[in-house]
């Protein structure tokens, strides 16, 4: 009859069972026939070694000893380790993090820890279709009294289903009409690229196509991946909904526009008042007058330029920002990207001052890099990428004299000028480099896996340890198996989130390098597009 019912659940479960032992209660071991019974099964089911458990009188407890009817090897020591058998099902055991230095003794523990974990969670069938619960000994480990939170969890999903056709069919319709040809001509292909706004709903809009994605997540990598998207997207659009109010009471979008405008005309003069230094005798240095006008005329017609621009868009500033906060909704991120691109548009004619002063020096310093090594007689082999030797005639050595001394000589007015323009505009990259560094922030922190590892911190295990319980002659060891949970850093490197931004791994020397020779600075770049 037993071994009946164990085919028909290796039938049903396809997990193959085998009886180790048997077990009784105190009440039941005053019945000499069901002592005998439990004897017998051991001839039944040819194991060895035969584990026989009883529990000891009223302790908590039980008793544990083995026989071994067809061996002659002296009788080994019993060890009784307990451990919550639901809390192991449920974990997922995380392999060493540093497997190149561990060594094959460190690995081999790990596998067989492992084992361990995967021969219990193979077991949750068995668990979870145990019908076992209403005699007077309840001895399963999958004891739940919130029957009526999994029926409205299980109409939750089922309510979900045609939730989730919705969803997918719309993120399609969206998907098809970002892939098609419209946004690659040139204005809406260049404005996608450089909008960070863009880049973070194209990220965004695959995060969406992830959840709703009715393929199943075939490992637990992939599970909590999916979860960690979900959990970031919702409270993500929280953040954007309580900042969409917080805008829109007390009529604060207003007071914004009434004071971006008056921001905007002191910045301008403060660049005036700058530019009319460096026309001047900034620091007391000696620049070259002639040119010195030039760019300072120059800047300034610049400066004139965007406040004409201000002002004929200051009637529409109200408008414009009363929209774009409606775009809140989309989510924190969305909102603080459409913060850098205003920021960007705002500061344009920083950015437009930094290049020409960067392109102007970076000029003269590539001219008399050439220059110089016209007079060793050496030239740059373009096709070779290498110095090579050359012989100059007279006319030659007599003009690039003349142009090395003329731009050495206005060397200095130009690097005043890109220098304070460097200043500004690296001002601007750092405010823009600590905004996109908290949207990576709120993309890429697995917000789900750090909630489940402070709220059910054995369902991340990254091993075990183990208490002793009882330790008496003549009685079994008992030990209790607990779980060590995965610490916080580990949680956040390990389903750590991908981000759309690509830093540049320019080091220290390589960034002052560039910037000594004038070549453009970027805080990052993304991923695929190559910086100018």
């Avoid at 039938?11 to 032992?21: A, D, E, P, Q």
């Amino acid at each position: 009859m037993v071994k009946q019912y164990l085919s028909e659940v290796q039938r049903v479960t396809k997990i193959s069972v085998s009886v180790l032992g048997s077990w009784s209660s105190s009440k039941q071991e005053k019945e000499e026939n069901l002592s005998k019974f439990l004897e017998d099964l051991g001839t039944i089911f040819s194991h060895e070694p035969w584990i026989q458990i009883s529990k000891e009188g009223d302790s908590k407890f039980w008793s544990c000893s083995t026989f071994q009817k067809h061996s002659n090897n002296p009788k080994e020591e019993v060890i009784l380790i307990y451990y919550d058998q639901r809390k192991v099902m449920l974990s997922h055991l995380h392999p060493p993090f540093d497997t190149a230095t561990s060594t094959d003794h460190e690995t081999d523990d790990a596998s067989k820890l492992s084992a361990i974990f995967h021969t219990v969670a193979k077991s949750k069938i068995l668990f979870m279709t145990d019908r076992y619960n209403d005699g007077p000994i309840k001895l399963t480990h999958w004891q739940s009294d919130g029957a009526e939170a999994s029926i409205i969890v299980e109409l939750m999903k089922q309510a979900s289903v045609p939730a989730c056709m919705l969803l997918t069919f719309l993120l399609s319709l969206v998907s098809g009409i970002c892939r098609s040809r419209v946004l690659k001509f040139w204005p809406l292909s260049f404005l996608w690229r450089k909008l960070s706004t863009c880049e973070q709903l194209g990220h965004r809009l695959q995060h969406l196509q992830v959840i709703s994605s009715n393929k199943k997540a075939q490992t637990q990598t992939q599970l909590m991946r999916k979860a960690n998207i979900f959990v970031s997207l919702l409270i993500d659009v929280a953040l954007g909904i309580l900042l969409m109010s917080w805008l829109y009471r007390k009529n604060r979008i207003g007071h914004l526009a009434d004071t971006l405008i008056p921001v905007a005309d002191h910045v301008a003069e403060e660049l005036q008042d700058l530019l009319q230094w460096l026309m001047g005798a900034p620091a007391g240095l000696k620049m070259n007058r002639a040119l010195d006008q030039v760019l300072g005329r120059f800047f300034l017609y610049h400066i004139h330029l965007w406040i004409s621009y201000i002002h004929l868009m200051s009637p529409f500033i109200e408008m414009i920002l009363w929209y774009v906060g409606l775009s809140a909704c989309l989510g924190l991120t969305v909102a603080l990207c459409i913060l850098s691109d205003i920021i960007a548009l705002l500061t344009f004619h920083i950015y437009c001052f930094y290049v020409y002063g960067a392109r102007l020096y970076c000029l003269k310093i590539y001219g008399l890099s050439s220059l110089w090594r016209l007079f060793r007689g050496k030239k740059w082999n373009v096709l070779r990428q290498r110095v090579d030797s050359c012989s100059y005639d007279l006319d030659q050595l007599f003009i690039g004299t003349l142009l090395f001394t003329i731009l050495l000589f206005l060397l200095p007015t130009t690097a005043l000028y890109y220098l304070v323009f460097t200043l500004l505009r690296l001002l601007v990259v750092i405010v823009q480099g600590l905004i996109h560094l908290l949207v990576d922030l709120i993309d890429s922190l697995p917000l789900y896996s750090i909630l489940l590892r402070l709220c059910r911190s054995y369902r991340l295990a990254a091993g075990v340890k183990f208490r002793v319980l009882e330790q008496q002659d003549g009685k079994p060891l008992r030990l209790l198996m607990q779980i060590n949970p995965l610490s916080y850093g580990r949680v956040v490197q390990t389903y750590r989130l991908p981000t759309y931004s690509c830093y540049p791994k320019d080091s220290w020397t390589s960034l002052c390098k560039k910037l000594f020779l004038g070549e453009l600075i970027y805080p990052w770049k993304h991923k695929g597009e190559k910086q100018d």
